[in-house]
């Protein structure tokens, strides 16, 4: 065994035998003195060996430990000092000392800091546009299917006792987003066909031939409930109300998906998170209507179904320091659906389907009070040795990378219903466009491992440009150093080869890594057509399931007329739409000067009205212009009213 891998354990042995605090602060001294004589032993004899794997697990404990010890010690005799000096009438130096003093204690106490500090961050000018890194996968490979409905949620929701965000969703919205989503992904008409095609293309490239979904076969369904690790009693949830974790409506929409439109048994599907509670608010919603699905969780509680870890180590890390065991569910699972959030993280900058696989290892044999990821919070950017760069341990290519996690993802699912700051999932409103002061409503699909983290981290990063500094997590240098690995093994960690099953089999390309051009635009490789990175296909607005998202190009009309013409107080508008999209209506003066923006959402086929105040208005002539954005392009209709 390691000294790392003894160390950690050491640490974990404590703290079973010691109350918290306690144990803590003995853990701390012990892992603090033993790793500090453990480098010194093997670095001092030979310098070079400070870039081993080993040794900088090491170093941010034995940087914590040296400037705890320093801390103390000055404030000890900082405070001597200071009773001395006021002992002798010395008042100002003895309040400079007694200032000294706390200040060294407070020092003492700071193991990790809330905030980033400015040397953490990286400028947006480091993301290369358009240039893509490692090989597309899918069906169209490097698809990324991104469906915005700002029906989904009520952006009045307060996030309150009674009006919490799981309470404000729309499910039918989620249904139809879900479905053209999937269809979108495929190229389909139909959902069906769509979840035909996904398992044919995966099947033909799991050495199965090409045939679809096989009665019998196993799912694996891995959505993210981070916050139920301390905030339930039984399976009932109790508090952190306020902080987002997966969309009960998701859930139940891609069960709805699964069963319904792919032809899975209920009995076959397994869904939840191997750690942590499935508790009530998902249960109430799912098994009322699918009884016989298997939902998983660490304890087993109440008819959960209790996930069993491997009898061995089958994770192994590709830095040699740890191995862990992993659901046996994953392991006899057919195929894996990877359902994570939308959010930043404030140690991994952001927190998408591979950092999902934090739940996703196991020790002891155990489940619920076995769960590891903690320990893995070494190789995250916060933790690095120096602030920032790449070319360092990353173990969430070790997740893309396992056959038995991203080598088994049929589908990536990334819930962007709500939106999450930092690992709690503070719900917040996006400001970006088009969301503009709502919730993202958006849902992510692909089958491409690497370019669906690559466009919700564009969009992360689109979003978070304006936040304070210290709150700018996807901007945390080193985060998007695991994409930049797992795209191409000639970006691998000096030294590292990545091979998560430890059996010789080292990982190729796990997908492809790109930047869009802007924020506006959200262009890639294949939209531009000028490389072989990421297509990202946005829809916007859908209609109710089993219907065709999209208009037909034939049919891409808008009607537009306004009265009284001219008008003094108000001036209204109606509008037909001959298909759904993103409706944008702007108001401008004859020599092109923007005035307002009236809307920006997505609207369905039909008839509209609004209004317009036009009393405060100069007298002249002033021009509607709305625009349309669809499936098939974009369309705009221009008219002109006066006021008096």
């Known amino acids: 065994m390691s000294i790392s891998k003894l160390l950690i354990r050491s640490k974990k042995q404590l703290s079973k035998v010691l ?16 790793s500090t004589v453990w480098f010194l032993i093997r670095v001092i004899p030979k310098p070079s060996r400070a870039a081993y794997p080993c040794m900088r697990t090491a170093i941010p404990i034995v940087s914590a430990f040296v400037l705890y010890i320093i801390s103390l010690t000055s404030s000890v005799m900082a405070y001597r000092i200071f009773k001395k000096k006021l002992a002798m009438n010395k008042y100002i130096p003895a309040l400079g000392f007694l200032i000294v003093a706390i200040v060294s204690i407070y020092l003492s106490g700071i193991t990790n800091p809330s905030g980033l500090r400015a040397s953490q961050l990286v400028d947006k000018a480091t993301f290369d546009a358009n240039t893509p890194v490692g090989i597309a996968k899918g069906i169209h490979p490097g698809r990324v299917v991104w469906v915005w409905d700002n029906d989904a949620t009520d952006e009045n929701c307060t996030n309150t006792t009674g009006d919490y965000w799981f309470q404000n969703t729309d499910q039918a919205v989620v249904e139809g987003i879900l479905e053209a989503g999937i269809k979108n992904l495929a190229g389909e008409e ?22 679809g979904y096989q009665a019998g076969e196993k799912i694996y369904i891995k959505i993210n409930i981070t916050n139920s690790c301390c905030s339930v009693t039984g399976t009932e949830k109790t508090s952190d ?169 049929l589908l990536n699912i990334v819930d962007g219903i709500w939106a999450g700051k930092s690992w709690e999932g503070w719900v917040e409103k996006w400001q970006m466009e088009p969301f503009n002061n709502d919730y993202p409503n958006s849902l992510f699909l692909s089958q491409d491992n690497l370019a669906i983290e690559s466009v919700c981290f564009d969009f992360l990063l689109a979003e978070y440009e304006n936040k304070d500094a210290s709150e700018q997590y996807p901007y945390m240098a080193g985060t998007s150093d695991y994409l930049f690995q797992a ?32 924020p506006s635009d959200k262009q890639y490789s294949r939209n531009l057509g000028t490389g072989d990175g990421i297509e990202l296909v946005a829809v916007f607005g859908v209609e109710p399931p089993n219907s065709i998202v999209g208009p037909d ?23 037909t739409l001959n298909s759904p999209g993103l409706v944008t209506i702007e108001i401008y003066s004859m020599e092109g000067r923007k005035i307002s923006q009236l809307q920006s959402r997505n609207e369905y086929t039909g008839n509209h009205k609004l209004s317009l105040n036009v009393d405060q208005f100069p007298a002249g002539i002033y021009v509607f212009r709305l625009e349309i954005k ?12 006066q006021v008096n």
């Open 241 to 409: 109300f306020e902080r987002m974790d997966a969309t009960p409506e998701v859930a139940l929409a891609i069960l709805r998906q699964l069963i319904e439109n792919a032809g899975v048994a209920q009995s076959d599907i397994y869904l939840g998170d191997a750690f942590r509670i499935f508790h009530d608010l998902y249960w109430d919603m799912c098994h009322s209507v699918y009884p016989n699905v298997n939902y998983c969780d660490g304890n087993g509680a109440n008819g959960r179904h209790k996930v069993t870890a491997t009898a061995e180590d089958i994770m192994k890390f590709s830095d040699g320091v740890l191995d862990y065991r992993i659901p046996q569910e994953y392991v006899d699972a057919a195929y894996f659906i990877n359902l994570p959030c939308l959010k930043s993280h404030d140690s991994g900058g952001i927190t998408l389907a591979a950092k999902n696989h934090q739940g996703s290892i196991l020790q002891d044999g155990a489940a619920t009070s076995g769960q590891s990821a903690w320990d893995m919070h070494y190789s995250l950017p916060d933790h690095d040795d120096t602030d920032g760069g790449n070319y360092r341990y990353r173990h969430l290519v070790d997740y893309i990378g396992h056959e038995h996690l991203g080598g088994k993802t």
């Open 630 to 641: 669809t499936n098939a392009g974009i369309l705009s209709s221009i008219t002109s009213f």
């Open 487 to 518: 795209a191409d093994p000639a970006n691998w960690a000096p030294g590292v080869t990545y091979d998560p099953e430890g059996d010789g089999s080292q990982l190729g390309s796990l997908g492809v890594y790109e930047h869009w051009n802007n």
């Open 190 to 211: 139909s959902a069906s066909a769509a979840w035909d095609a996904v398992f044919r293309h995966f099947n033909s490239n799991h050495g199965k031939g090409d045939v």
């Open 19 to 34: 109350p918290g605090k306690l144990s803590l602060r003995i853990s701390f001294l012990f892992l603090g003195i033993a």
């Open 553 to 575: 190009s034939e049919n891409n009309v808008i009607t537009v007329r306004n009265y009284p013409n001219p008008a003094t107080d108000f001036v209204f508008f109606e509008y």
